[in-house]
């Protein structure tokens, strides 16, 4: 499942998912970022390092299925 992945309004990369667990209802899949992904770099790095992920309570991430589909997450990203 192809999809556009921002902070807020900005596209920051790609991503191509794939159920990762159908009982829990989680994706994951390879990242793609674009020239806007650099500017948020260090600060997803940080959180990465700090506490193993970086997540929709670290900013206000959102993902776009082609076909103009949001999807409402919960948790992490």
């Known amino acids: ?3 556009i992945i921002n902070i807020e309004e900005e596209t920051i990369g790609e991503a191509d998912f794939e159920l ?4 829990m209802g989680t994706i994951g899949g390879l990242f793609i970022p ?3 992904y650099f500017k948020y770099q260090a600060q997803v790095q940080s959180h990465c390092n700090n506490k193993g992920i970086s997540n929709i309570h670290d900013f206000d991430y959102r993902i ?3 076909g ?4 409402n997450m919960e948790g992490n990203i």
């Not at 990762?20 to 009982?23: E, Q």
């Not at 103009?68 to 999807?71: A, E, K, M, V």
């Open 34 to 36: 674009n020239e806007n």
């Open 64 to 66: 776009t299925l082609y």
């Open 1 to 3: 499942m192809k999809c």
């Open 20 to 23: 990762t667990d159908v009982s």
């Open 68 to 71: 103009n589909i949001d999807l």
